[in-house]
């Protein structure tokens, strides 16, 4: 099980990680919070979620696969005990909560497809991605 990240390590990337979501997505950056929805919020399409990930590749010099997000939402699960038929399942609702725990519980909407998990990602989502693809990388020798 991956290393729980912490709030302290978020607020290390999240001014970075403001600014590219603000850059790439034409928003103020004050609009650009922890825990806003970067879709219902600050109009984002999935193609910008691709520009910002690529944007944030590049700032912080670390890969993030694509699906990165979904994976690691998934956590232990297998694919088959995340979601069924496109539906996530209770097990995979209870993983996802616990991984978007920055997402109010309101959000979570019941039945969830797995093609609208993006609607709940907030900035803070894509901290998470950035730690998570930092701790992966290998160390610079």
């Avoid at 609208?116 to 701790?135: G, M, N, Y």
Wanted: include cysteine; charge should be negative.
């Amino acid at each position: 099980m991956a290393a729980e990240i912490t709030q302290e390590q978020i607020m290390e990337v999240f001014p970075t990680v403001a600014d590219t979501v603000a850059d790439a997505l034409g928003c103020d950056l004050a609009d650009v919070r922890l825990d806003v929805s970067l879709i219902e919020d600050l109009d984002a399409e999935s193609i910008d979620f691709l520009d910002m990930v690529f944007r944030l590749e590049r700032a912080f010099k670390v890969k993030i696969p694509r699906g990165k997000v979904i994976e690691n939402a998934r956590g232990t699960l297998s694919e088959a005990e995340f979601e069924h038929k496109g539906i996530v399942t209770d097990a995979g609702m209870t993983q996802l909560r616990a991984y978007l725990s920055e997402v109010p519980a309101e959000r979570f909407k019941m039945p969830m497809k797995v093609k609208d998990i993006p609607r709940l990602f907030t900035p803070e989502t894509f901290c998470k991605l950035v730690i998570s693809a930092q701790r992966e990388a290998p160390a610079a020798a």
